[in-house]
Structure formats: C-alpha cells, structure tokens
C-alpha cells in the first residue's frame, strides 16, 4: 500500500506539471479545459496501453508511449495489483515518474515566470 500510495503521488506530482504547463499557454479557463481534456488526457490516456495494448499500436505510436507518464503508472497498477511486485521490479517506472514531474514542474514554471513578465 506504502509503495502505490507513493508512486501514485509522483503520477500527480507529473499531472500537476502538466495542468500547470497548459495554464499558462492558454489564456482563458474554457481553452484551459478544452485543451487539457482532448489535447493532454485522451492522447495520455488512449497511448498508456490502460485501453489498448501497446504491441498493437503503430511503431511510432509505441514510441511516443514512452513520453507519457501515464504508461508507467499503468505498468505500476499492474505490477502491485496483478503480480504483487515490488520496488524491485518497479524501479525504472517510478524513477522515471519520479524524474519526468519535476521536469514538467520546471517548464511550467519558466513558462509562468515569462508570462508574468
């Protein structure tokens, strides 16, 4: 439980960064939900492999999976819930989540320091 509570905060700490980013592109709260809804959350979630399996997804597809944080969690889920893994088995994805939030993080805050000036 200690393990997905965990890995489940970095997933928000990377949907966080990603609210923020298209804040601060868009301009009003109508584009901010259009966008965030069909431009970030259906791609992310049609690419995670949660509806459909990746190995059936075009070659290019298959490697755009590999930028979206979702796909780890969703190898996450699958692991503690349905293998009973561990850290040990789940490392790469939580470092990966664990590195790609506070990326997202930094460039949503570079793109709000720029607006503000």
């Known amino acids: 439980l200690i393990q997905l509570v965990l890995l489940t905060m970095l997933l928000l700490l990377n949907t966080l960064g990603l609210g923020l980013l298209v804040s601060t592109i868009v301009r009003t709260q109508q584009q901010a939900m259009m966008t965030s809804a069909f431009m970030v959350m259906v791609p992310m979630i049609y690419l995670s492999g949660l509806l459909f399996p990746i190995e059936s997804m075009p070659r290019f ?6 930028l979206i944080p979702l796909r780890y969690y969703a190898e996450v889920l ?40």
């Not at 597809?61 to 590999?66: A, E, N, W």
């Not at 990326?103 to 793109?111: D, F, Q, S, T, Y």
Request: hydrophobic share 50%; glycine share 14%; proline share 2%.
């Open 61 to 66: 597809l298959q490697l755009v999976t590999y």
């Open 78 to 117: 699958r692991g503690i819930f349905l293998k009973g893994n561990g850290l040990k088995e789940l490392w790469q994805e939580g470092l990966f989540l664990a590195a790609a939030g506070p990326v997202i993080l930094g460039l949503a805050a570079v793109r709000f320091r720029k607006r503000l000036d």
